[in-house]
């Protein structure tokens, strides 16, 4: 089966750093997705991961370590509209699940 | 934005009466997606197609029902709906089955059983 833990709230002040840490469990893995949802809104696609490694795509990057089961998407010069929920994703066992992490909240307070 | 909606986007229904959603793309993705949503569980897939006719079951099955019968259209039934299944119900496409294409999703369906 497959599983992905996220912390379910972080706090953090414009014009900071944060990191949203994402540890998976899987029977195969093809690589880590992160998707941004703001309140009443559909997910949207941020970055993927299917190497170790960072990825950085303007103020967000996403890290990846395939031998640690483990990812992180870190936001930087955070933005009071950077206030979303945050959700980690993967594919990869036998069949084509996606599978979603339980999603972690951001609140960027002034 | 990728071409996809979904139908009603909201709808409110009585226990124990058949509900169909409804998404269709204009991408001509292979892969479709449904996935509920509730406070504190994220994104739960319900069932997934990775062809026509051809679906397989997600995380939260139990109760639901999907139909493919053409590319661009792809249906979820609950049979006989129930309180537990007042939810917020995405889809998403993607030419991808294993996440190395992102996931486009619909706009949602707010679906109330009373």
């Known amino acids: 089966g497959q599983s992905l833990e996220q912390p379910s709230e972080v706090t953090a002040v414009e014009g900071a750093i944060v990191q949203i840490n994402c540890t998976y469990q899987?029977?195969?893995?093809?690589?880590l997705s992160w998707y941004q949802q703001h309140d009443g809104g559909a997910p949207t696609f941020l970055s993927y991961?299917?190497?170790?490694g960072l990825e950085e795509t303007g103020r967000f990057s996403s890290f990846l370590s395939r031998s640690d089961s483990y990812g992180y998407l870190l936001l930087q010069e955070l933005q009071m509209k950077d206030s979303a929920s945050y959700f980690c994703?993967?594919?990869?066992?036998?069949?084509?699940?996606?599978?979603f992490g339980s999603g972690t909240r951001l609140l960027v307070r002034p | 934005d990728a071409g996809i909606t979904q139908s009603p986007r909201h709808k409110v229904t009585e226990t124990g009466t058949p509900v169909t959603l409804r998404c269709h793309q204009t991408?001509?993705?292979?892969?479709m997606y449904w996935y509920r949503q509730d406070p504190g569980h994220g994104l739960r897939l319900i069932h997934y197609?990775?062809?026509?006719?051809?679906?397989d079951k997600g995380e939260v099955s139990d109760g639901y029902s999907v139909s493919r019968s053409k590319t661009e259209d792809f249906l979820l039934t609950l049979e006989s709906a129930t309180s537990s299944q007042t939810s917020v119900y995405f889809c998403?496409?993607?030419?991808?089955?294993?996440?190395?294409?992102?996931?486009?999703f619909g706009n949602g369906t707010r679906l109330t059983v009373t």
């Open positions: 197609s990775y062809g026509v006719k051809d679906t």
């Open positions: 994703a993967a594919g990869g066992d036998s069949s084509y699940k996606l599978i």
């Open positions: 991408e001509n993705h292979r892969y």
């Open positions: 899987t029977s195969g893995f093809y690589g």
């Open positions: 998403a496409i993607s030419d991808s089955g294993t996440g190395t294409s992102p996931l486009h």
């Open positions: 991961n299917g190497l170790d």
